[in-house]
T-cell receptor
Framework: SQQGEEDPQALSIQEGENATMNCSYK?????LQWYRQNSGRGLVHLILIRSNEREKHSGRLRVTLDTSKKSSSLLITASRAADTASYFC?????????????FGSGTRLSIRP | DTEVTQTPKHLVMGMTNKKSLKCEQHMGHRAMYWYKQKAKKPPELMFVYSYEKLSINESVPSRFSPECPNSSLLNLHLHALQPEDSALYLCASSPAGDTAGGRQETQYFGPGTRLLVL
């Protein structure tokens, strides 16, 4: 079962523009992660934000977390063609002792040259 | 060595075949995972091994049989699969096993095995 829903499902922007993706989840979490997946390949971890953090930066990435709204956003600034990929949020569950994460539905990002 | 490797990259098998997928990591991680991913869908967790013991089975059909021979290796044995089992199978690892309160760490993914069942 999916913990997170992402929107938009697909996003196409011009190179150089900023891309924003949103993730909503259902249950309380310990942390939230964002992953990138190039077509048909493995996932690459981008950033992890803990439930007591509100914002985190890594290079051109900015992640926000609003636990009261159970939502997160991923902002990619100054997009490049190489950013074309699917992006997934992933959450654990504060109420589970099991070591697992559940992925959101994903956003397919396409950067036009 | 900071990568997870998976073999084979591609696999075509008939419904009566027996095959195995292999996954290896040398990062000293103690948790390893199998995921199944259909096209344009997120990865779905199948199994979790923690300290070489199966800790989570997400109600996966018995035609999928995981095995963790040692802390670096993870296998997925396939038998009598159905065409709907065709998918990308991803292996991942993370540093620690089950942690208190379910706090999850970063997972490191292999490139996947693309499986086609005819």
């Amino acid at each position: 079962s999916q913990q997170g829903e992402e929107d938009p499902q697909a996003l196409s922007i011009q190179e150089g523009e900023n891309a924003t993706m949103n993730c909503s989840y259902k249950t309380s979490i310990n942390n939230l992660q964002w992953y990138r997946q190039n077509s048909g390949r493995g996932l690459v971890h981008l950033i992890l934000i803990r439930s007591n953090e509100r914002e985190k930066h890594s290079g051109r990435l900015r992640v926000t977390l609003d636990t009261s709204k159970k939502s997160s956003s991923l902002l990619i600034t100054a997009s490049r063609a190489a950013d074309t990929a699917s992006y997934f949020c992933a959450t654990d569950s504060r109420y589970s002792s099991a070591s697992k994460i559940i992925f959101g539905s994903g956003t397919r990002l396409s950067i036009r040259p | 060595d900071t990568e997870v490797t998976q073999t084979p990259k591609h696999l075509v098998m008939g419904m009566t075949n027996k095959k195995s997928l292999k996954c290896e990591q040398h990062m000293g991680h103690r948790a390893m995972y199998w995921y199944k991913q259909k096209a344009k869908k997120p990865p779905e967790l199948m199994f979790v091994y923690s300290y070489e013991k199966l800790s989570i089975n997400e109600s996966v059909p018995s035609r999928f049989s995981p095995e963790c021979p040692n802390s670096s290796l993870l296998n997925l044995h396939l038998h009598a699969l159905q065409p709907e089992d065709s998918a990308l199978y991803l292996c991942a690892s993370s540093p620690a096993g089950d942690t208190a309160g379910g706090r999850q760490e970063t997972q490191y993914f292999g490139p996947g095995t693309r499986l086609l069942v005819l």
